[in-house]
């Protein structure tokens, strides 16, 4: 199994669950800005087919947790066609520029995959524990999972979560979702979702004007930054911002450096918001 080593640290619990182990899992480098380096990914499968190992899985990230980077989509899904690997995306966060028409082109190549991942407790603002996996081959959840129960009768083996899904028995979480889109509309998440990178952008412009410098060159609604020098560490100033109650932020690390994380996901971050973070910030460092 392949994916960047930028990727969200859920992988490592994947490959457990798996059953293959964590000496499974392939951490490809990425190419200075936090995206997965395609010709590194090459090269990684080729040695290990070489090597008489065998490609399962390749997973790229759309919108990485620390820093909101896309990972080369149509790159990913090429390799995996010429080599029959499941392409899958993890698109647990950014998947949500889906409902913008100005973001949805930062996603091609996801159309490819085979399977992808979209958590809606994110940036598709529904309660925690609302995910969604979308595959183009229904048929192999079924023969991975399907068990005959007469106590549990079906007639929609396709739809029944309890034989395409580990689990057994499992509430109706996409009733939150769906409640969401009945009220807002697809057209309202993609003025929700847009919103959120306008309010990121001004919380870049108003940082970089005090001399703080971004990292990230994200489109989505996500800021890493750093302190101009001479500034306590990083661990200090968020520390003392959370502690300060003024103001959420948190440590990321993207390239293998610390970073001030800034995530603008939540409906009602208003500009004034973004004046109380920066002075936090300001006054913390």
């Known amino acids: 199994m392949y994916t960047s080593r930028e990727c969200q640290p859920a992988w490592f619990k994947i490959v457990h669950q798996a059953g293959v182990g964590r000496d499974a899992l392939r951490l490809i480098g990425t190419d200075g800005?936090?995206?997965?380096?395609?010709?590194?990914?090459?090269?990684?499968v080729a040695e290990d087919k070489a090597a008489g190992r065998?490609?399962?899985?390749?997973?790229?990230?759309?919108?990485?947790?620390?820093?909101?980077?896309?990972?080369?989509?149509?790159?990913?899904?090429?390799?995996?066609?010429?080599?029959?690997?499941?392409?899958?995306?993890?698109?647990?966060w950014g998947g949500a520029a889906l409902?913008?028409?100005?973001?949805?082109?930062?996603?091609?190549?996801?159309?490819?995959?085979d399977s992808v991942t979209i958590d809606a407790h994110k940036w598709f603002a529904t309660t925690m524990g609302c995910?969604?996996?979308?595959?183009?081959?229904?048929?192999?959840?079924?023969?991975?999972?399907?068990v005959a129960a007469e106590f549990m009768p079906s007639s929609v083996t396709a739809l029944d979560p309890y034989l395409n899904t580990v689990q057994w028995s499992r509430r109706f979480l996409g009733l939150r979702l769906f409640l969401s889109l009945a009220t807002a509309g697809w057209s309202g998440y993609g003025v929700h979702v847009e919103r959120a990178g306008e309010v990121t952008r001004l919380a870049r412009e108003r940082l970089v004007a005090r001399g703080w410098r971004a990292v990230n060159d994200s489109e989505l609604a996500v800021l890493c930054i750093v302190p101009p020098p001479g500034y306590p560490p990083i661990r200090d100033i968020v520390r003392r911002v959370l502690a300060s109650g003024r103001a959420w932020v948190a440590v990321a690390k993207t390239e293998g450096r610390e970073v001030v994380r800034v995530c603008v996901t939540h409906g009602e971050t208003s500009a004034a918001d973004v004046e109380e973070l920066v002075a936090a910030l300001e006054a913390k460092a």
């Open 131 to 146: 995910g969604m996996f979308i595959t183009r081959r229904p048929e192999v959840l079924s023969e991975a999972f399907k």
């Open 99 to 113: 409902a913008s028409e100005k973001l949805r082109g930062l996603l091609a190549g996801m159309e490819r995959a």
């Open 33 to 44: 800005h936090g995206r997965m380096d395609a010709a590194a990914l090459a090269r990684a």
């Open 54 to 92: 065998v490609p399962v899985l390749i997973s790229a990230t759309a919108g990485t947790t620390a820093a909101g980077m896309i990972d080369p989509l149509e790159a990913c899904a090429h390799i995996c066609r010429e080599h029959g690997i499941w392409y899958h995306v993890d698109a647990a």
